[in-house]
């Protein structure tokens, strides 16, 4: 299967698509790891987009959507891949469109998961990193350490990190809405739309998730 996923900051992804790829024994193609790997790996698409970072830029569509086209040419993406954080734009959308119709193929959906706005203002908001160890992550609301602000595993100080706060996370939804949602409409006209509620446990959307997915193609 080809996949797009879609949705807002904070309807979890990043960890639903990977739970999906494996599911469906197909790789997971993010637009954060197609950037570190172009960019450790010196590749001239790396050197470019590295460029426009330094200078505090955004990356140029074409520069990301070559590193798509890249990255879904390789032999693991034969026979379909989850795409996390691409297309970002409309723009994007119709060069994958291109893109897959030059080699005779095309997307098979495009699962939306669906979050109200407060839940993912309380979800990004209530976030709260270890200052040692920034792989242990907590929750004021739904994994609260034991001490408020003290890591449970080495002690460490809890923080938020800037991009956390309530007024950058509704700042991060706007530009969600104006940029990325329109792709929703986009291949909703491509009857490829399959809305699901991202609520819940992690494994029952996932659940949820691919029971849409084989409906969907049944």
Excluded: W
């Excluded at 979050?115 to 990004?124: G, L, Q, T, Y």
């Excluded at 399959?194 to 084989?214: F, N, Q, Y």
Aim: hydrophobic letters at 35%.
């Amino acid at each position: 299967m080809r996949i797009v996923l879609v949705g807002p900051p904070g309807a979890g992804k990043g960890t639903q698509a990977a739970y999906l790829a494996k599911n469906l024994s197909i790789p997971q193609i993010s637009t954060g790891d197609l950037f570190r790997a172009n960019i450790s790996q010196g590749t001239d698409l790396g050197k470019q987009a590295r460029a426009f970072m330094d200078a505090g830029q955004l990356v140029p569509d074409e520069v990301t959507i070559g590193m798509a086209k890249d990255r879904m040419s390789q032999p693991d993406a034969e026979n379909g891949f989850l795409l996390d954080g691409f297309p970002r734009n409309v723009g994007q959308a119709e060069a994958l469109d291109a893109m897959l119709k030059d080699e005779g193929t095309k997307l098979d959906a495009v699962l939306d998961l669906e979050v109200p706005e407060d839940e993912v203002v309380k979800r990004i908001a209530g976030r709260r990193i270890c200052r040692n160890e920034g792989s242990h992550v907590f929750h004021v609301t739904y994994n609260p350490p034991k001490t408020e602000g003290v890591c449970d595993v080495c002690g460490g100080e809890l923080y938020q990190r800037d991009d956390d706060t309530e007024e950058t996370v509704r700042t991060r939804l706007e530009v969600y809405h104006t940029q990325t949602e329109p792709i929703i409409d986009y291949y909703r006209a491509q009857n490829l739309v399959v809305t699901i509620s991202a609520l819940g446990k992690v494994t029952d959307v996932t659940e949820r998730a691919m029971e849409a997915l084989k409906s969907d193609k049944g």
